[in-house]
């Protein structure tokens, strides 16, 4: 080789990696590429989640107003209830002092027509005693039949009792008759004392005769 002549020798690096150890970028086609490792990402590299979005003053204005509305008809609901339910408890008391007060002056009617009764039996006993043609025994006749009128209309209801069977809740026996009939055993023969009912309520007892069954043989 002369002096001066330069020659240069090219020598041809297979390496793959550079003196760094990075993978060459000129490595001989048809080498295998190198092997590169990719550390997973950092959580500081990944997307944060989304976040709901927080409600704005209009929604949150409209969810108060919703709420109020819905509590305020509660109230009402809650409030017509009781109105109607108080409604109903007047009308139930009104007519439960209705029924006291009807009651309290049918008491007090029956009670004044029971007083009249008596006088309404000694016009009778003087009825009885008195001639039946006399004019006297008429006028008292008439006078008797007036007041058992009045008090027919104001509710007094006289019993019928004669032919009936003795009912001790109706009836008192004033006296005793032996038949021999065992179909009249207990039968009413006869009335002593009328008896007397005002609007359904029993205000005076009648007093009969009650048949009493004795068999012939021991009569």
Same mark, same amino acid.
Request: glycine share 6%.
């Given at each position: 080789?002369e002096?001066?002549d330069?020659s240069t020798v090219r020598?041809?690096?297979r390496?793959?990696?550079?003196a ?8 001989e086609p048809?080498?295998?590429a190198?092997v590169t490792s990719q550390a997973?990402a950092t959580?500081a ?6 976040e709901a979005?927080?409600?704005?003053p209009?929604e ?6 919703w709420e109020?509305l819905?509590s305020?008809?509660?109230r009402?609901?809650?409030l ?6 108080g409604?109903?408890e007047?009308?139930?008391f009104?007519q439960r002092l ?5 009651q309290?002056m049918?008491l ?6 029971t007083?009249l ?5 000694e016009?009778?006993?003087?009825l009885?005693?008195a001639?039946a043609d006399h004019?006297l ?7 008797r ?5 009045r008090?027919q209309?104001?509710g007094?209801?006289r ?8 009912d001790?809740n ?9 038949t021999g009939?065992?179909?009249d ?6 009335e002593?004392?009328? #008896?007397?009912?005002?609007k #359904?309520?029993?205000v005076?007892?009648?007093?009969v005769?009650?048949?009493r069954?004795? !068999? !012939?043989?021991?009569?």
């Open positions: 080789m002096q001066g330069e020598v041809k690096d390496r793959r990696f550079d760094e150890g990075n993978p060459r970028q000129d490595a048809g080498a295998p190198a997973p959580p590299e990944t997307e944060p989640p989304v979005a927080a409600p704005s209009l949150r204005e409209n969810q108060r107003l109020e819905e305020t008809r509660k009402m609901n809650d017509a209830w009781a109105v109607k339910n409604e109903r007047r009308e139930e009104k209705q029924r006291e007060r009807d309290l049918d007090e009617r029956a009670k004044a027509a007083a009764l008596e006088a309404v039996d016009l009778e006993l003087c009885k005693a001639p004019p025994t008429q006028g008292v006749r008439l006078i039949e007036g007041i058992v009128v008090l209309q104001s007094l209801e019993l019928e009792v004669v032919g009936r069977t003795f001790p109706d009836h008192e026996a004033a006296d005793m008759e032996i009939h065992a179909g055993d207990q039968k009413i023969t006869a002593v004392r009328a #008896g007397y009912r005002f #359904g309520r029993l005076r007892p009648a007093r005769k009650v048949a069954y004795v !068999p !012939p043989a021991n009569a």
